[in-house]
């Protein structure tokens, strides 16, 4: 077997789907669980609007949602092929100005009829607002995208070396600093945790 490492999320996704397909990846109280067929399937679908949104490969995305299984589905559908920066939901405007200009977003997703600040700093920097809106109904995380003037842009997946995740540090002695991940180095935290847990790191 090649036994080089997957280095997106993208075919994380996709060796899981080869090798544990109607395994649950997604779980959530009184949900039934969304197994790993339909994840792809889920992000591919999001992935796809936002592609349609004019968010693509290196477009920083900030994501405010309430904890929930949608907040873990949208990161991944994000990050598949975008750049994904989760924000604090308790930030007030100024923090969330800060945060999202120096991010320099290219849109700012959050749920469906949330109540938050972000939505006014969005405005003010011109920043789009792309709405989630959960399907409760459905298997645990499942939801659609919502927003934006339809564009187009090319390359649905993003590569190893592209930004998968940014964070702040907490910037407690001096002004947050971005930190960039990319796909490959999330891929290497997963396959690092799950060597530490004593499980198989995933294999081409």
Known sequence: MDKTYLNSIRQIIAAQVRNNPSKAAISAPGRSP????????????????????GIGR?????????????TATAFLAVAAG??????????????????????????????????????????QLAIPIIELIPCPAQAAGVFTLSGLTALVTDALYAEPNDEALVLHTSGTTSRPKLVPLSQRNICTSIRLKGLATGEAAISR
């Open 34 to 53: 969304l197994d790993y067929m339909q994840l792809q399937a889920l992000i591919e679908t999001n992935l796809a609007t936002l592609n349609r949104m």
């Open 58 to 70: 290196g477009d920083r995305v900030g994501i405010i949602l309430p904890n929930g299984p949608e």
């Open 82 to 123: 975008a750049t994904a920066a989760p924000l604090n939901p308790a930030y007030q405007a100024p923090e969330f100005e800060f945060y999202l200009a120096d991010l320099k977003a290219k849109a700012l997703l959050i749920q469906a009829g949330m109540d938050s600040p972000a939505r006014q700093a969005a405005t």
